[in-house]
């Protein structure tokens, strides 16, 4: 009985001092920089450049550059959704891809259609 008093006691003790129950989750970084890769069918290449104050752009080789604002939204300690605000022929439009980051030079880039691995340049 007097074991079963004490650690109801200390877990009082505990509770009052405040201390956080519950753990903060990690979140993924926003991958700053210019980054590189090739699709593996070898159908093309793609550039992606996202700047410190969320600047930058997209773009399929032989396509349309896409130039805009990213912003970035972490859903796990090694990755998050990249969404680039853009115009397209004078219309606001986003385009949402998903980055996982393997390395500190090497993040995966995938949509619904495709996924790219891209090196840092």
Known sequence: MTKKLTLLFCL??????????????????MPVGTWKGAFADGSGSMTVVIQPNGSGMYQVAGG??????????????????????????????????SFTWVNNNTVVLSDPWFRVTLKRQ
Not at 12 to 29: E, K, N
Not at 74 to 85: A, Q, R
């Open 64 to 97: 349309v550059t896409n130039v805009g604002t990213w912003t970035w939204q972490s859903t796990s300690p090694v990755g998050g959704i990249g969404t680039l605000h853009y115009r397209n022929a004078g219309i606001p439009s986003r385009g949402y891809y």
């Open 12 to 29: 009082g003790l505990l509770s009052l001092t405040g201390l956080p129950a519950t753990a903060s989750a990690q979140t993924a970084r």
